[in-house]
């Protein structure tokens, strides 16, 4: 299983089994389970943003993160599955960059050259028909269960994160999480920066990112 650089030393995104664990039967040992579990159940309240307004970006499970609450969340998973999904197409990722703490990547909208949006006067794309499936196999293959802590990542929390988060939903898996807020964030809407993705988002919150991608990650390698 493959380590993130930028999480606890100790951390593996799956099975808490997997970590290392050693039979312990004293008081001491089930007072701090004890703890563990009640800080676990309060940060699951903590990190968590408000609904959006705007409904295209709401989900079904009500749970929303922004980028800086993700990644708390995956530097500190204590005893849960949390799991960062990247739904962006690889052309974007090549392009806008990327964070070595992405555990699965496998684009919800696929770009087409073939195809025009005449009314965005751009190139088209579609839904990736096989999105769930290929979530679920890449979850299955590093034993991820599905009380897991999944969150979906798109480049603004606009259009993307928040169906791929109900197409999991739909499947059993109740704790997903839209972020509202992406990989690039939102735009300026005054100022010198202006239309440019500067205000929030995992690019311009300080977290890590950069350019050189991950091969055992990048969707459609191993296709």
């Not at 099975?15 to 563990?36: D, E, S, W």
């Not at 309240?45 to 409904?55: G, L, Q, S, Y």
């Not at 079904?60 to 993160?65: K, N």
């Not at 974007?92 to 699965?104: A, L, N, S």
Request: proline share 5%; with cysteine; glycine share 10%.
């Amino acid at each position: 299983m493959r380590r993130h650089p930028g999480r606890s030393p100790e951390y593996r995104p799956g099975r808490p089994g997997g970590r290392t664990n050693f039979m312990n039967t004293n008081r001491r040992y089930h007072m701090k389970r004890l703890i563990a579990g009640l800080l676990i159940a309060v940060s699951a309240t903590v990190f968590a943003a408000e609904a959006p307004e705007k409904e295209s970006m709401r989900t079904r499970a009500g749970l929303y993160v922004d980028a800086a609450e993700a990644y708390e969340m995956l530097r500190n998973p204590g005893d849960r599955q949390v799991v960062l999904i990247d739904v962006r197409d690889p052309i974007e990722i090549h392009f806008t960059g990327y964070t070595r703490m992405v555990d699965v990547h496998v684009p919800w909208k696929i770009m087409d050259s073939t195809r025009w949006n005449e009314e965005k006067q751009s190139y088209g794309g579609y839904v990736n028909p096989d999105f769930a499936a290929e979530v679920t196999a890449r979850l299955d293959a590093l034993d991820i269960d599905k009380d897991a802590h999944l969150i979906f990542m798109c480049r603004s929390g606009s259009t993307r994160s928040a169906p791929a988060a109900d197409a999991l939903y739909e499947l059993g898996y109740a704790n997903v999480y839209s972020m509202v807020d992406g990989f690039e964030g939102g735009k300026a809407k005054t100022g010198q920066h202006q239309g440019a993705r500067v205000v929030n988002g995992w690019k311009n919150s300080g977290l890590p990112w950069g350019w050189k991608l991950e091969r055992d990650v990048m969707y459609g390698l191993d296709r």
